[in-house]
Each structure stands twice: as C-alpha cells, then as structure tokens.
C-alpha cells in the first residue's frame, strides 16, 4: 500500500498563490515514480493538472501553464504544486497521485479556494 497525504490547501484572493504539498509513504520506490497533481471541481470531473516523472520531466495541462509548477524532493518522498496567479477557475480539490509504475493511488485531497 501507498499512502499520500496532502496539504497546503486554503482560501486565497484572486491573484495569490498557494503551495501544496504531498508526501509519501509506505510501499513505494519514490524516485522512479511518477507522480501527479490532479483536481477537481464542483459538478466536473477529475483533471490532471501536471505531472512529473522520476527523472524530473514535466507536463502541465494548458490552462495552468505559466502559474503553476510541479516540482519534487526524493530525499523527503515529497511533491510539490506552486500555484501562482490564482484564479477563481482554480477552485477545486488538489488531489496528489502516484500515477506510475504500476497501481495508482490517490491522496485524501486538499481544498483550494479562490474567492474575494
């Protein structure tokens, strides 16, 4: 079993930023996974928001491209999501995810508010 567990989340104005955090633990090879982060908002469906290899290679989807960056640190079994430039359109939950090899697990998720 994995287990991910996310944080970060919160209420923020339109134009601020956030970094979400997501550590793991348990039967995983942290640094040759893939992980990722995804949300979800009210009455949608889950989307994948970015994505980063083992090796640090990147994908991002379009709308958050330029705000938002994935990054990690394999010492701590931890990702990150810096998200910038905040949006109303960004509210949702953050849910983090180790997407490959294998199994995929989810986080318990993490709320982002962008409200005035």
């Known amino acids: 079993q994995v287990q991910l567990v996310e944080s970060g989340g919160g209420l923020v104005q339109p134009g601020g930023s956030l970094r979400l955090s997501c550590e793991a633990s348990?039967?995983?090879?942290?640094?040759?996974?893939?992980m990722g982060w995804y949300r979800q908002a009210p009455g949608k469906q889950r989307e994948l928001v970015a994505r980063i290899t083992g090796s640090g290679n990147t994908i991002y989807t379009d709308s958050v491209k330029g705000r938002f960056t994935i990054s990690r640190d394999n010492a701590k079994n931890t990702v990150y999501l810096q998200i910038n430039s905040l949006k109303p359109e960004d509210t949702a939950v953050y849910y983090c995810?180790?997407?490959?090899?294998?199994?995929?697990?989810w986080g318990q998720g993490t709320q982002v508010t962008v409200s005035s």
């Open positions: 995810s180790k997407d490959l090899p294998g199994v995929q697990y």
């Open positions: 348990g039967n995983i090879f942290f640094r040759a996974s893939t």
